[in-house]
Structure formats: C-alpha cells, structure tokens
C-alpha cells in the first residue's frame, strides 16, 4: 500500500462509526473528549502567550525585524507540544473504551465476533491492560519528546525543532491508534513496532492526516474514534495478523 493509503482510512473509520451498533462505543470516548478539552484549552488560551515568549529567544534590538518571522514558527511550536500532551493525556484516559470500540469495529469489518460481549465488567476488566500498554507508549513516547524539548530551548537550533516534531508527532499518531487492535490481539508492543516499521509509509499516511484532524478545534473531538476506528481497517487490510505469526 502507498502513502496515500492512510488518508483513506481515517476517512472510511469516520464513516464506520456512524454505525448504529457502535454508537455506543463512539459516544464513551467522546464524552470523556469533550469534558476533557474543555478544561485543558480553557488552561492553555490563558497561559499561551507566556509560553511562546519563553520559548522565543531574546534578540538584538537591530534584529528586532526578525521576530515577526520567527514568531510564527513559535507559536506552531507551542501549538504541537500543547497537542502532544492533550493527546497523552486524552488517551490514557480513553484507553479502555478505545480498545472495546476497536473490538467492535473489526467485528462489523470482518463480519464475525471472536471477542467478548460488552459489560462494563468486561470493560473495568480491561482497564489494567490498555493503561499498562499506554504507560508503555509514554515510556517509548517521553525520552523522544524530552530530547525534542531540550532541542526546542536552544537558540538557533531550536529552529529545527518544529519540523522534527512534526515528524515524530506524525508516527507517535500512527503507532498510537494501531496499537489498539495489535494490543488485542496480543500483539507485543516490540513486535508491533518492527510490523509498523515494515508499513512505514502507509504509517505516515495515517498518521498525517489524523495528526492534521486533531489539530483542528471540534473536529478533533470526533476524530479519535473515527482514528481507532481507521486504524482497524489498517490492521485488517495490511494483514496485521500475519505479524502475530512471525
């Protein structure tokens, strides 16, 4: 599969979950979206000046000239650390209803059930497992992101740091929401990684224009179902299960 692949699932997950059966499972997550956002955009308007400021580096008064040129790219630098830690946060709490809807959509994909029926049991049952597995992703996520801070703090260089957290902004999205249906079917998170690696550019794909969906005010509090679901139809279109056997 090419990269223009993943756009194409995100945009057929966002028609699946508009399915009658999985209501339900869509509306758990966004609730717990839309309360959360909420809060957290509310904090980040009232401090957001500030951080960019600090961010800014100070410049000779005969260089003033150049800061209407920088700012900008400050201000997106702002805007993609904010995103990443929204989005950490976001899903750790979201985990076990991701994993559930994840279930319920390869059922309506593949046509037959070999999961368990719901019941908030079965749900609280699955809460230890999607957050250790989140916890995982912040271990491989937290070393990466903190090099990406520290880059962001020094003068000069820190002019590469947005492109770069684009980039791994991009993946992180990718291995974030495949690994729902790859940790459901038990799939290790080492190995899950090798597999992505092996689909790297329709990784990107998906992960580019889910990065882009959450990005984007409202629209990002319907796009994390319609990613997990997206990323569903990856797993079964690129042959996730083939992974399971090497």
Same mark, same amino acid.
């Given at each position: 599969?090419s990269?223009?692949?993943?756009? %194409?699932?995100?945009?057929?997950g !966002?028609k699946?979950?508009?399915?009658p059966?999985l209501?339900?499972?869509?509306?758990?997550?966004l609730?717990?979206?839309?309360?959360?956002f +909420?809060?957290? $955009?509310?904090?980040?308007?009232?401090?957001?000046?500030h951080?960019?400021d600090?961010?800014?580096?100070s410049?000779?008064?005969?260089?003033?000239?150049l800061?209407y040129?920088?700012?900008?790219?400050?201000v997106l !630098?702002?805007?993609l650390?904010?995103?990443f830690?929204f989005s950490l &946060?976001?899903?750790l709490?979201? *985990?076990?209803?991701?994993?559930?809807?994840?279930?319920?959509?390869e059922?309506v &994909?593949?046509?037959?059930d070999?999961?368990?029926?719901? *019941?908030?049991?079965?749900? +609280?049952?699955m809460?230890?497992?999607?957050?250790?597995?989140?916890?995982?992703?912040?271990g491989?996520?937290l070393?990466?992101a903190?090099?990406?801070?520290i880059?962001? !703090? $020094?003068?000069? &260089?820190?002019?590469?740091?947005?492109?770069?957290w684009l980039?791994f902004?991009?993946?992180m999205?990718?291995? %974030?929401?495949i690994?729902y249906?790859a940790?459901?079917?038990?799939?290790?998170?080492?190995?899950m990684?090798?597999w !992505?690696?092996s689909?790297?550019?329709?990784?990107?794909?998906?992960?580019?224009?889910t990065?882009l969906?959450?990005?984007?005010p409202?629209?990002?509090?319907?796009?994390?179902?319609?990613?997990?679901a997206?990323?569903?139809?990856?797993?079964?279109?690129?042959?996730?299960?083939?992974?399971? &056997?090497?």
């Amino acid at each position: 599969m090419s990269t223009l692949s993943g756009p %194409q699932y995100l945009g057929e997950g !966002l028609k699946l979950m508009m399915r009658p059966g999985l209501r339900l499972f869509v509306l758990l997550p966004l609730t717990v979206n839309v309360l959360l956002f +909420a809060g957290l $955009i509310g904090f980040a308007v009232s401090e957001f000046r500030h951080w960019v400021d600090w961010f800014m580096p100070s410049l000779p008064h005969w260089l003033d000239f150049l800061e209407y040129i920088l700012w900008p790219l400050f201000v997106l !630098l702002v805007l993609l650390i904010l995103f990443f830690g929204f989005s950490l &946060v976001a899903n750790l709490i979201a *985990s076990p209803f991701n994993g559930f809807l994840a279930e319920k959509v390869e059922v309506v &994909v593949r046509g037959k059930d070999e999961f368990p029926e719901f *019941s908030w049991r079965e749900l +609280a049952a699955m809460v230890p497992r999607t957050v250790a597995r989140e916890m995982r992703k912040l271990g491989y996520f937290l070393p990466r992101a903190i090099g990406l801070f520290i880059l962001s !703090l $020094i003068p000069g &260089v820190n002019l590469i740091a947005t492109p770069l957290w684009l980039v791994f902004g991009v993946w992180m999205m990718a291995v %974030q929401y495949i690994d729902y249906p790859a940790d459901n079917h038990k799939l290790g998170w080492h190995e899950m990684l090798a597999w !992505l690696r092996s689909k790297r550019w329709s990784c990107m794909g998906f992960g580019g224009v889910t990065y882009l969906g959450l990005l984007i005010p409202v629209v990002n509090l319907v796009i994390m179902p319609a990613a997990v679901a997206g990323a569903v139809l990856f797993w079964v279109r690129e042959e996730g299960d083939k992974a399971l &056997v090497k």
